[in-house]
T-cell receptor
Framework: DGGITQSPKYLFRKEGQNVTLSCEQNLNHDAMYWYRQDPGQGLRLIYY???????QKGDIAEGYSVSREKKESFPLTVTSAQKNPTAFYLC?????????????FGQGTRLTVV | DQQVKQNSPSLSVQEGRISILNCDYTNSMFDYFLWYKKYPAEGPTFLIS?????DKNEDGRFTVFLNKSAKHLSLHIVPSQPGDSAVYFC????????????FGKGTLLTVNP
């Protein structure tokens, strides 16, 4: 089945540790996005990428890093510099080359700092 | 600087009636607008979209209206059903910024039986 897979579904991190959230898609989509959801804040854009080896900062990129070495994969690293990392993280992709406009989302990763 | 605004955090309607969810935007470079539905602890699912060159798009019970001069769009759900109860997000694509996709804060719709 084609889709976007985020793993793990739940993740616990100790303060001061870096942690990487996985996002893989087998839809052959060009663009990929990372969002963060907090209560009352909606979805805020962290990073996005239109093509391999290229990505742009979103609205809240501080304390995060990404890579786009393969079209299918867009991992997000939450670094120790992110002051408030506890949130629900969502990955999305869009088939721009096919004229697509709608984003397809994964099921999310709940990150909790303990 | 919030470029996509959903000013109503919540909306409650009776089953069978119309639900109207509103969204305002500030960026003139937005070329596509989309509506998503989201349940807790799940990813959003796409509902309907509209190009900035159109003023209406309809898909079954869902209709989106775009008023470009007012920088306002709305989602109409008719008739509303209890299963429509969820958070609805308005999103906009920036055609001039590598297709950055920006979301509003969402509106919680509750449809009462």
């Amino acid at each position: 089945d084609g889709g976007i897979t985020q793993s793990p579904k739940y993740l616990f991190r100790k303060e001061g540790q870096n942690v990487t959230l996985s996002c893989e898609q087998n839809l052959n989509h060009d663009a990929m996005y990372w969002y963060r959801q907090d209560p009352g804040q909606g979805l805020r854009l962290i990073y996005y990428s239109q093509i391999v080896n290229d990505f742009q900062k979103g609205d809240i990129a501080e304390g995060y890093s990404v890579s786009r070495e393969k079209k299918e994969s867009f991992p997000l690293t939450v670094t120790s510099a992110q002051k408030n990392p506890t949130a629900f993280y969502l990955c999305a992709s869009i088939p721009y080359q096919a004229g697509g406009t709608e984003a397809f989302f994964g099921q999310g990763t709940r990150l909790t700092v303990v | 600087d919030q470029q996509v605004k959903q000013n109503s955090p919540s909306l409650s309607v009776q089953e069978g009636r119309i639900s109207i969810l509103n969204c305002d935007y500030t960026n003139s470079m937005f070329d596509y607008f989309l509506w998503y539905k989201k349940y807790p602890a799940e990813g959003p699912t796409f509902l309907i979209s509209i190009s900035s060159i159109k003023d209406k798009n309809e898909d079954g019970r869902f209709t989106v209206f775009l008023n470009k001069s007012a920088k306002h769009l709305s989602l109409h759900i008719v008739p509303s059903q209890p299963g429509d109860s969820a958070v609805y997000f308005c999103a906009a694509r920036d055609g001039g910024s590598n297709y950055k996709l920006t979301f509003g804060k969402g509106t919680l719709l509750t449809v009462n039986p």
